[in-house]
C-alpha cells in the first residue's frame, strides 16, 4: 500500500515558476514509478510527467514539452517526488495529481495509486 499527498499549489502569476511535491508513505514507495498527471475544468484528466524507480528515466507529456519548462526528480530518502515548473502560462491552470504505477506508462489505468490533487491557479 502506498499513499501519496500532493503539496504546493497555489495561485502564480503568468510566467511564475511552482514546484509542486508529492511524499508517499509505505514500505513499497521505491519499488513504484511515480508519475504526475493535470486535469483542467471540463477537461479530461492528461498524462504531464513520470519518473523511474530510481530516478534514471523520466517521461514527459508533448503537449507540455514546448509550453512550458517541466523538471520531475525524485528523492527517495525523502520519500518525495518534485515537478518543477516554470514560464506557466494560465493554461496550465488545473488540479495536479500523483500517481505511482508499477510501470513506467503514460496511461491511467496503469497507475495504482492517487493522491487528492492540488490546486494551480495562473492569473493573467
Known amino acids: 500500500q502506498v499513499q501519496l499527498v500532493e503539496s504546493g499549489g497555489g495561485l502564480v502569476q503568468a510566467g511564475g515558476s511552482l514546484r509542486l511535491s508529492c511524499a508517499a508513505s509505505?514500505?513499497?514507495?521505491?519499488?513504484?514509478?511515480v508519475g504526475w498527471f493535470r486535469q483542467a475544468p471540463g477537461k479530461e484528466r492528461e498524462f504531464v510527467a513520470q519518473i523511474s524507480r530510481i530516478g534514471v528515466t523520466t517521461y514527459y507529456a508533448d503537449s507540455v514539452k514546448g509550453r512550458f519548462t517541466i523538471t520531475i526528480s525524485r528523492d527517495n530518502a525523502k520519500n518525495t517526488v518534485y515537478l518543477q515548473m516554470y514560464s506557466l502560462k494560465p493554461e496550465d491552470a488545473a488540479v495536479y495529481y500523483c500517481?505511482?504505477?508499477?510501470?513506467?506508462?503514460?496511461?491511467?489505468?496503469?497507475?495504482?495509486?492517487w493522491g487528492q490533487g492540488t490546486q494551480v491557479t495562473v492569473s493573467s
Open positions: 500517481a505511482a504505477a508499477r510501470t513506467m506508462s503514460m496511461k491511467e489505468n496503469e497507475y495504482d495509486y
Open positions: 509505505g514500505r513499497t514507495y521505491s519499488t513504484y514509478a
